[in-house]
Structures are given as C-alpha cells and as structure tokens.
C-alpha cells in the first residue's frame, strides 16, 4: 500500500461517507462528482481533446498524437446513473489513449433522474454503432467503463448479443454496478469497510434510474443474464467495496459459461474506481498499466503498411486557418484513412506554434506523414495522394493534354495567383502604409482572377465538366479573394466556390479540421 493511499483513505471517507451518512441519496454524486472533476489536471498538451458526435450522441473524443485510427476505446463515465460527464474522468481517458495509442471516445449519455432507463443504454447503443458506421471495424472497438458506467458497459454487451451486432474486441468493467436487487455478500460484508457507500443510498436509485422496471432485468442488472457469447472481460475491483461480489460473481457465471478470456483483479485497499485518481495515486496508474495490457492483448494489430495493398493511414499536420483545409477535403473527396494532428496560431501574432517545426524545419502547414515520410508543400501532397491513392480519380490519365491542364491550375495555385493575393492579406493589416501597394497588387489580382472568370463556365470546373483536384487546390485562392472583396465582378467564380463549398466532402472536412475564417 503506497502512502499515498494510506494518506487519502480516511479524507476520502470523512468527506464522502459522512455526506452520504447525512444524506442518502444517490443525487449527492452530482456535487460529489463536480468537485472530484474539478481537482484534476489538466490534461497534457500532446493530448488533443475534441466534442464530437457519433451516432447522434454527445461525446468527446482524446487522441494522443500519433495514435492509430482504425481501432477505438469507447468510455462510459460512471456516476450512479445520474451524474458524471466526459470531463470528470480525463485523468483516466488521456491515459487510456496514450498508453494503449488509439483514440478515446468518451460519450455524454443521457443521465437520470431527467432521462431513466433505458435512455442511457440506448445512447451507448448508438454509439456502439455509430462507430462502427464511421468506419472502425466492431473487433476493433473496445468498450469500458465504471461503476454505472461498467454496468453500462456490460449492458451494452448483452444487448448487443442479443440483438445480433457485431461483439467489440473487449470489455473493461472497473468497479462496475451489475446487480440492482443487492443480492452480493459484499453489500452488508463491507459496508463499514467501503470509503465511499452506505448500504442506504442503494435503495435511493430504483426511483430515479429505473421507475416500474424489474430489477432483475438483464440490461439493468446483467448478473442475471445467460453469460455465453460474451466478449473478454477485464475486472477490477477493491476488496473492500460493497459492489466486490457483483465482480467476483459477474466473472464466475462468465467463465461458467465457457469464457476463458475473462481476468478478475481484486485489488486489496482500494476503493470504488481508484483508477479515477492516478493523477495522486500509484495504484490507479498501475492499474491503468494492467487494462492497457489486457487490451493490448485482444485488440488486433493494425494491418502492416504496404503488404497487402490498403491505404496506409495518412497523418496530416493541420494548422487552423490555413490552406491545409485543403488536404482534409482532398481526403474526405477520396474516402482515405486519415488523422488529423491540430495545430493552433498564436492568438497575437497569427504565426503557426513552433511544435511544427518538430515536423518539419519550415514550420509550415500542411504537412502530411505517408508511411512514415514527411512531405510538405500543398500542391506536392496533392499530386502525391491523387497519384498515388486516387485510382484514376480527382486527376486525368498522366501523358495526356487534360493532364498538362491540370499540372498548370496545380501550380497556378501556388504560384501565379499566390503571391499578390498573400501580399494583399499581409498588406491589408498595414492600413495606409501599404497605399502605394495597393493598385498594383489589386491589378494582379483582377488579371489573374478575370483570366480564371473566362474559362470556368456557369456551372463548370477548372477542368471543365468535371471536377477535379485542382479545383480544390484553388479553393483557397477564391476563398481568400472572395473575404477580401476581389471577386465580386466575376460571377462564375463566386458560383464555383458556392458549389465547391457546399459538396459533402467539404463540409466533413471543415467539421474536422475545425475553425476556419475562409469558409
């Protein structure tokens, strides 16, 4: 026992235990909770923490850099029920993602009173599936979660085998909550023991999380589910929980059934859901060190690049506001795996950080990983992927005139067009220094986008008929010319970027890449 746990044990229970001793009642977890989540730290900065939807539901998703994207850890916040949000255990979920390397979705499921059974499970349902929709295959997906959110968790299980989806690779249950009649020995055995609970709070939930419905229901109480056809489960719990047996017994009945690949940890000490606390205590980061093993072991290994012929995952280091927005709708045009490694300018100077420079010397966005080289310049990246990862589309045939074509809007982009429009953005902060400039830098531009204007019809691309990369590569230059008024007499380009704007691809990428003032 390390003194640390020595040392919180009894505060723990001097601060909890006689609150719910006053009071029984399984609402005191919302202030409990919010003060618990308040005293966190921050989480790292290699950690990106982004509010997302999957399948309709609130959550937020944790990546640490460079993690794998074909796989995923789906989290279930505890809090009896009625309490608790993503943001209440990052100190568990930053970990999760950086020591296992796949992201954390960590879902803000409906809570109770307001929302009782089964509204939880179903949002935990919906997203189940909605990653599965996005693209990450059900035996990749590991599921987790504790004390409400382990029952959760195991609900979700049953449900899902019932129903016939697809299993994920894993459960992770961390105190969890199985049993709503507290039939377990450990209810009565450790209620002086337990840091936390009091036999009375129990009898406060029915109410709330489940009105009218049969505590013995296997999808509130999966103790009392046939426990065949069961994914690999992971248990931890404290010795000296009053939940103790809703483990030990949920474990049993499950290797009863001939699952082998089922771990138990009874862990001496502890209290419910310690691991929440490995920010001041050794035992919650090896603990946390134990499930990363236990995932790791059923977790498939990503597909090695390039022998079978899939498209490696490309990462793409994207700095808001910039033209790497691009590459993101490159990406989303072609349907390629990819990630997304954010970076954020300086709020007073405009400059990218200097992380990028860790990526490459310049300091530039975009930069794109590939199979790991690093390859820089935009018009570059998009040669490279629509070459390489296209399969003939978004690019005519090479050795052809309409690739000639192509080559040169390619780097009209970059070239002809970009130099007077950046110098119209950085002489446009100038105010009337930048006077002299100014006519000749406007004349530049209307020669360039009055040359565009002629050979896009109404209706039409750069290519013609048909859309191409290099449309998306010269999406930048209308959309910096159109925030800065220069292309009000050309009609047709103002009705290109209108079409570009509103294609599929574009709004995804622009929902993933983030804040961008150009759209």
Same mark, same amino acid.
């Given at each position: 026992?390390?003194?640390?746990?020595?040392?919180?044990?009894?505060?723990?229970r001097?601060?909890?235990?006689r609150?719910?001793?006053?009071?029984? %009642?399984i609402?005191?977890?919302?202030? #409990?909770?919010?003060?618990?989540?308040?005293m966190?730290?921050?989480v790292?900065?290699d950690? %990106?923490?982004?509010?997302?939807?999957?399948?309709?539901?609130?959550?937020?998703?944790?990546?640490?850099?460079?993690?794998?994207?074909d796989?995923?850890?789906?989290?279930?916040?505890?809090?009896?029920?009625?309490?608790?949000?993503p943001?209440?255990?990052r100190?568990l979920?930053?970990?999760?993602?950086k020591?296992?390397g796949?992201? #954390?979705f960590?879902?803000?499921?409906?809570l109770?009173?307001?929302?009782?059974?089964?509204?939880g499970?179903?949002?935990?349902v919906a997203?189940?599936?909605?990653?599965?929709?996005?693209?990450?295959?059900a035996?990749?997906?590991?599921?987790?979660? %504790?004390?409400?959110?382990?029952?959760?968790?195991?609900?979700?299980a049953v449900? +899902?085998?019932?129903?016939g989806?697809p299993?994920?690779?894993?459960l992770?249950c961390?105190?969890?909550?199985?049993?709503?009649?507290?039939?377990?020995?450990?209810?009565?055995e450790?209620?002086?023991?337990?840091?936390?609970?009091?036999?009375?709070i129990?009898?406060?939930?029915?109410?709330?999380?489940?009105?009218?419905?049969?505590?013995?229901?296997?999808?509130l109480?999966?103790?009392?589910?046939?426990?065949?056809? +069961?994914?690999?489960?992971?248990?931890?719990v404290?010795?000296?929980?009053?939940l103790?047996?809703?483990?030990?017994r949920?474990? &049993?009945?499950?290797?009863?059934?001939?699952?082998?690949n089922?771990q138990?940890?009874?862990?001496? *000490?502890?209290?419910?859901?310690?691991?929440?606390?490995?920010?001041?205590l050794?035992?919650?980061?090896k603990?946390?060190?134990?499930?990363?093993?236990?995932? $790791?072991?059923?977790?498939?290994?990503?597909t090695p690049?390039?022998?079978?012929?899939?498209?490696?995952?490309?990462k793409?280091?994207?700095?808001?506001?910039?033209?790497s927005q691009?590459?993101?709708?490159?990406?989303?045009?072609?349907?390629?795996?990819?990630?997304?490694?954010k970076?954020?300018?300086?709020?007073?100077?405009?400059?990218?950080?200097?992380?990028l $420079?860790?990526?490459?010397p +310049?300091? *530039?966005?975009?930069?794109?990983? %590939?199979?790991?080289?690093?390859?820089?310049?935009?018009? &570059?990246?998009?040669?490279?992927?629509?070459?390489?990862?296209?399969?003939?589309r978004?690019?005519?045939?090479?050795?052809?005139?309409?690739?000639?074509r192509?080559i040169?809007?390619?780097?009209?982009?970059e070239?002809? &067009?970009?130099?007077p429009?950046? +110098?119209?953005?950085?002489?446009?902060?100038?105010?009337?220094?930048?006077?002299p400039?100014?006519?000749r830098i406007?004349?530049?531009?209307?020669?360039?986008?009055?040359?565009?204007n002629?050979?896009?019809? $109404?209706?039409?691309y750069l290519?013609?008929k048909?859309?191409?990369?290099?449309d998306?590569?010269?999406?930048f230059?209308?959309?910096?010319? *159109?925030?800065r008024?220069?292309?009000?007499?050309?009609?047709?380009l103002?009705?290109?970027?209108?079409?570009?704007?509103?294609r599929p691809?574009y $709004?995804?990428?622009?929902e *993933?890449?983030?804040?961008?003032?150009?759209a």
């Open positions: 026992m390390s003194i640390q746990l020595f040392l919180l044990n009894p505060i723990l001097f601060r909890i235990k609150r719910f001793k006053k009071k029984p %009642d609402l005191e977890l919302r202030p #409990v909770m919010a003060e618990a989540g308040a966190q730290k921050p790292p900065a950690i %990106d923490v982004a509010p997302v939807r999957i399948g309709g539901v609130r959550a937020e998703r944790l990546a640490a850099h460079g993690v794998r994207t796989a995923a850890f789906l989290y279930i916040h505890g809090g009896g029920w009625v309490a608790g949000s943001e209440t255990h100190s979920t930053w970990r999760l993602t020591q296992i796949i992201p #954390v960590a879902i803000d499921y409906r109770a009173p307001e929302h009782p059974f089964p509204a499970l179903d949002d935990c997203a189940y599936r909605g990653l599965i929709a996005s693209g990450v295959d035996s990749s997906i590991v599921v987790g979660g %504790d004390s409400a959110g382990g029952n959760l968790t195991m609900a979700l449900r +899902l085998r019932d129903e989806t299993m994920p690779a894993a992770v961390l105190s969890p909550a199985l049993d709503f009649t507290y039939s377990g020995a450990s209810v009565t450790n209620a002086n023991a337990d840091t936390f609970f009091i036999p009375e129990m009898s406060t939930v029915a109410p709330i999380y489940h009105p009218g419905t049969d505590a013995k229901h296997p999808y109480s999966p103790i009392f589910t046939d426990a065949s056809g +069961l994914p690999p489960t992971l248990f931890q404290g010795a000296t929980e009053m103790r047996d809703d483990s030990t949920m474990a &049993a009945n499950m290797k009863a059934a001939g699952n082998a089922v138990l940890d009874v862990w001496p *000490k502890v209290w419910h859901v310690w691991q929440i606390m490995a920010d001041q050794p035992e919650g980061e603990a946390i060190r134990d499930i990363v093993s236990f995932v $790791k072991k059923h977790l498939p290994q990503p690049k390039n022998t079978t012929g899939n498209t490696p995952m490309l793409v280091h994207h700095l808001n506001n910039s033209r691009r590459i993101l709708w490159l990406l989303e045009e072609l349907q390629l795996p990819y990630e997304i490694i970076y954020q300018r300086d709020a007073v100077t405009n400059l990218a950080p200097p992380e $420079k860790k990526i490459h +310049l300091g *530039k966005s975009p930069v794109i990983e %590939d199979d790991g080289r690093i390859i820089a310049e935009s018009g &570059a990246i998009v040669e490279l992927i629509t070459q390489k990862y296209g399969k003939g978004l690019a005519p045939a090479a050795g052809t005139p309409a690739y000639d192509y040169e809007w390619l780097h009209f982009a070239g002809s &067009a970009m130099l429009l950046m +110098l119209a953005l950085y002489t446009g902060r100038l105010g009337d220094a930048a006077a400039l100014q006519p406007t004349s530049e531009l209307d020669n360039y986008f009055s040359y565009m002629s050979l896009v019809e $109404k209706g039409g290519m013609g048909e859309f191409s990369a290099a998306i590569e010269n999406s230059v209308l959309e910096a010319g *159109k925030v008024g220069f292309l009000a007499n050309y009609p047709n103002l009705d290109l970027l209108a079409r570009l704007q509103a691809a $709004k995804a990428a622009l *993933k890449g983030g804040a961008y003032a150009f």
